[in-house]
């Protein structure tokens, strides 16, 4: 017994004085000092992403001798977390693929734009992202990739149910709901008011009924009477049974992949909702795709979304020359457009936005964007807000008060700053 | 002081009652059991051999359509499985190793001599117990910052090292002080030494308390989920429990393949456990106390 | 004890009796260190640290990315206390734990009594019921939440066939449904080691304990509560502390199961600390988070060590 556990005892000190030995190998030098290798936290979207930036990665290291990018891939339910966790101690990376910035700008912790693209790169952002960019004036984020959201309706049900054209206004939601339920034996509206994106959803709707984040002032307005009205719509739709059961902990991947069994009528989805949820389920489901139905049904906004790249200052803007060469190289066209492409996401910068209007679908959601209002993302306190809609919305459509829920997130916007 | 005895004896009750009844009844009573702890694990196996198609269906089969075994050939492809693997195991290992060697001692020390600080040390391990590396994620990142050790695998191997130190401490402590000192007296006198008595003698004895802080330690360490997560960065310096989970996230949900990587992650462990088990009960008998 | 110390001091008198007894005294009295270093430095450096940064961040000011700004004072506590979801999280909390500990402790005193008996198969049986310890807790509560999937769960199946429901039941939105199945699957998580720790312990009762109490005429009732239980109290003891820490800190199984959500209506204080750090943004407040949860678990397990002697344990 003695001996094996000396064995034992041997064999795991060799394991561990190897381990210290290589504790800090070779690719955890974060680099920076040199200020020619950088580091780039990139989210993963799907699993194209890790791919597309390594690839990427090794054209730029193989076009420019001596710059160094070292990747590192999040899942966007990690992200928040580990953002914060880098930036508190002091540990960011120089380039971070993320959704939200003014607190970072806010806080000095990023360049502007203008610091770290060329004007050619600069100039090419279409003007509603860059607007979306701006942090007191100034453009700090670097917009990515952008996405709008329509509604997706199955035309098979809808036939089913006699029912001619989509619907306009909430109140052919509600009857269409209705009929898909009794003639098409399948849940009317897809409601996804999970902790993954409930934010999105309700602003979806809450901006069809002139509802929305904050006043015309800029001001937290979040328990405004439109919310309180949207979301009393919504509760309405699962009281009637008309959406699938429990809103409250459905995230969007439930909702379409019911949709894509046809056992939803409708529901809000992005560009990428075919090839990342429809696709992968059922490759020929017939269905259309239509603008967000409003309150009224005479004017119909569309949710735009936009992710972003934020620059990190470090070691003394000694990074800046690497993350401009990185950046003007990711952002040239072809380079840009083929992650649209492979993620089916919408683009950013005029040039290249032509490649995306050829296919049909894409070209909805391309078209939509101009009527897009957008989440505040400019707000300091937006991701703060976010947090606090994604963990709380839910629950006024399930055990409490839409008003109550609203009050307590325009609370904790109000502390946020 | 309680001697251990051998497992329950066959000159006891089997002999004097014939129990047939009693032993059918606890055969079926364990056999259900032992189905009932393994259940979720065959649905576990049995979703990772679905097509990505079966688990959509629902409401869901019991067996899958399709038999896609090559989801676990198909795996190794969709992550590095590889490389989490190894991950797991040098910091459990490691882990392990560097608890073992800080606790021995201390353990040993404690149940042997009285000492002014006694008291006070093992108060202190058993606070300590009470602290989980969940509660104090973001303390242990900042001094891993301090310390110049984020992303290292050496960070994981401190902090599940000393977060089941104390555990370990008071288990050994426990089962060295319930070791008769005479025996250890006798290796004394016999010229053995503090030390030699201690390996000769004492430890042999206590190998139920050894394994089962050697099992303690590593489990945890192998299962450890939110230091690893926040500590670690680079995919090489991931271990399982961390990379596992990303099979489904926000866009995609692989259950196929994230319940084919927790067996792959799992079937080791129990393999090390079947391996153990003697020890950790049945090492009782099996030393020289009797 | 005291004489193979005192031995020790004489054997090393009589090896080196030339040394100053000044300097023998001090290497007497730093022995203690010699054997008990390693783990003080560890415990101190890797435990200890980290909870001085969890008390001091409770008292800054850390802005939503993450940027210390400097003192707070007690704001984060009075957020804190301001907070509606507090309390029933705390409430919840001490229930989550209560009924854990109580249900594992019963189940594993029957679970380690059955494998301290003799039937055919029992080496099998003891490795199917270690089999949720090795297994991670995170992919353990993973596997349990797709069986209670709405949609596609084998425990919605089972029942649909067995005519037990009519319709799915989407059971981890339901605050109390998702409650206990959560408390099943941390009872299921916790099993293992509480019952290798119970049938460890009745391995260490002597035989001639029962041969006396079956002399004596006492059934088999009695001798379990009379003479089983009181010496496994020890076990118990061990099995319970361990079974409270880690409840107390459990996250793996609520983080993958429900999030805490709907709401809050799930959280127990490790989830609700997470999710303030992370969906509120608010470090400090989460950092008083963590600090009022400390203290709960100090106060519990301080009471619990009052009610079990630990003193009579450590002498």
Known sequence: MKRHLTVAIATGLTVALGVSGCGKGSSSDDGGSDGKSIKFVAAIYDSNAEPYWKALIKDFEAKNSGYKVQLEMVDWTQMDAKVKTYIQTKQAPDLLNYNSFSDFARDGLIYKASEVVSPTTLSDFTPTFVEQSKYNGDQYALPFISSARLLFYNKDLFAKAKIANPPKTWDEVKTDAEKIQKEGGATGYGLPLGPEESQAEFYSWAMNNGGGWVDASGKWAINQPANVETLNFLKGLKDAKLTQPNPETTDRKTVFNQFAQGKIGMAIGGPFTKAGFIDPVNKNLNFGVTSLPSKSGTEHNTLGVMDLLAAFKKNDGKNKEALKKFLDFLYQKENTSTFLKKEGFLPVTKSAGDALSSDPYMKQFVDALPSSKFAPTSNPAWSAVAGAVKQSLGSSVANKDPKKVLDDIQKTAEKSG | MTRPSKETSPAGAARRRPLRLRTALLTAVGWLVAVGFLLPYLQMALTSLKSEKDLTKSPGGYLPDHWTWSNFVDVWDAAPLWTYLRVSLIVAVAATVVTLACALPAAYYTARYRFRGRGAYLLLVLVTQMFAPTALVIGIYREMVALNLTDTLFALVLVNAAFNLPFCVWILHGYFSSIPKELEEAAFLDGAGRVGALTRVTLPISMPGVVTAVVYTFIAAWNEYIVALTVTASPDRRPLTVAVPSFVTQYQAHWQYLFASSLIAIVPVVILFVFVERYLIGGLTAGSVK | ????????????????????????????????????????????????????????????????????????????????????????????????????????????????????????????????????????????????????????????????????????????????????????????????????????????????????????????????????????????MIASIINVINVFNSFPIIWAMTGGGPGHSTDTTTTFMYKLAFYDQNVGESGAMAVVNFVLILAMVLMYLRAARWREEVR
């Open chain 3, 1 to 236: 004890m005291q004489d193979l110390e005192t031995r020790a001091r004489d054997a090393g008198a009589t090896a080196r009796p030339s040394r100053p007894s000044a300097l023998r005294r001090a290497g007497r009295a730093l022995t203690p260190l010699v054997w008990l270093g390693p783990s003080l430095v560890l415990i101190t450096v890797v435990v200890l640290w980290p909870v001085v940064e969890m008390v001091r961040t409770s008292f800054q000011k850390i802005s939503s990315s993450g940027v210390t700004l400097g003192g707070n004072g007690t704001t984060n506590y009075t957020d804190l206390f301001d907070e509606d979801d507090l309390i029933p999280v705390v409430l919840r909390t001490l229930g989550w734990v209560a009924g854990i500990v109580i249900t594992t402790m019963v189940l594993s005193l029957a679970i380690g009594q059955l494998l301290n008996s003799r039937f055919p198969g029992r080496r099998i049986v003891r490795w199917t019921v270690i089999v949720p310890w090795a297994a991670s807790v995170l992919m353990t509560s993973l596997i349990w939440k797709w069986m209670l999937d709405n949609y596609s769960g084998l425990v919605n199946r089972v029942l649909l066939d067995l005519h037990l429901i009519d319709e799915p039941v989407n059971w981890l939105a339901h605050p109390w449904q998702a409650m206990l199945w959560m408390m099943w699957v941390a009872v299921f998580v916790s099993l293992p080691f509480a019952s290798f720790v119970i049938l460890a312990g009745l391995q260490t009762i002597p035989e001639d304990v029962y041969e006396a109490a079956r002399v004596d005429g006492a059934g088999p009732l009695r001798t379990y509560f009379g003479i089983t239980l009181p010496l496994l109290r020890p076990s118990i």
